[in-house]
T-cell receptor, first 116, second 115 residues
Framework: GAVVSQHPSWVICKSGTSVKIECRSL??????MFWYRQFPKQSLMLMAT?????????EQGVEKDKFLINHASLTLSTLTVTSAHPEDSSFYIC????????????FGQGTRLTVV | AQTVTQSQPEMSVQEAETVTLSCTYD???????LFWYKQPPSRQMILVIR??????QNATENRFSVNFQKAAKSFSLKISDSQLGDTAMYFC????????????FGKGTKLSVKP
């Protein structure tokens, strides 16, 4: 089946530093990848959509300069949280679509970010 | 406005019994999909069932079935013969912008299956 892997599974970083999270489609080429954020005991909120080779589309209220998204290949998208602060601590989840918009998007296992 | 409402924060059911999780939604889209996702303690999001809004027939996947009432914008999930492994958070969602990757989620229902 379609497997999406995130790395790392968890990360702790110091306030003011940047941290990169990778999202890989292991057995398919992902034309589109999505980044979500999930606060503790809350729902998932879509942050941005990325298509390979083009700029990401950010949802309203998401700071694009803070959450840098790169989709350099059909199997890899990265989310970089720049100048992280404790309020950025959260669970970040990616998903990836192989085909067009009307195909299922498969989720990664998520990355827990803690900023201290 | 695009919204998904799950009015049951927590539910419990005895093993082998049936439970129904509620979900209502609002969307301005004419064509859309509805989803139920399961998030166990591992936090991995797992698609349980998917319904195309233009299909009147309710979707079923083994022990999981939905009751889709389009006019009422209601999309409930029925789990039959509940198993201990069904214990998880369940999120109802709908897509928007014509992409199944763009999802709006409800706040979730925590389901506990008791032995």
């Amino acid at each position: 089946g379609a497997v999406v892997s995130q790395h790392p599974s968890w990360v702790i970083c110091k306030s003011g530093t940047s941290v990169k999270i990778e999202c890989r489609s292991l057995d398919f080429q992902a034309t589109t990848m999505f980044w979500y954020r999930q606060f503790p005991k809350q729902s998932l909120m879509l942050m941005a959509t990325s298509n390979e080779g083009s700029k990401a589309t950010y949802e309203q209220g998401v700071e694009k300069d803070k959450f840098l998204i790169n989709h350099a290949s059909l199997t890899l998208s990265t989310l970089t949280v720049t100048s992280a602060h404790p309020e950025d601590s959260s669970f970040y989840i990616c998903s990836a679509q192989e085909g067009g918009p009307n195909t299922e998007a498969f989720f990664g296992q998520g990355t827990r970010l803690t900023v201290v | 406005a695009q919204t998904v409402t799950q009015s049951q924060p927590e539910m419990s059911v005895q093993e082998a019994e049936t439970v129904t999780l509620s979900c209502t939604y609002d969307t301005s889209e004419n064509n859309y999909y509805l989803f139920w996702y399961k998030q166990p303690p591992s936090r991995q999001m797992i698609l349980v069932i998917r319904q195309e809004a233009y299909k009147q027939q309710n979707a079923t996947e083994n022990r999981f079935s939905v009751n889709f009432q389009k006019a009422a914008k209601s999309f409930s999930l029925k789990i039959s013969d509940s198993q201990l492994g069904d214990t998880a958070m369940y999120f109802c969602a709908h897509d928007y912008g014509g992409s199944q990757g763009n999802l709006i989620f409800g706040k979730g229902t925590k389901l506990s299956v008791k032995p």
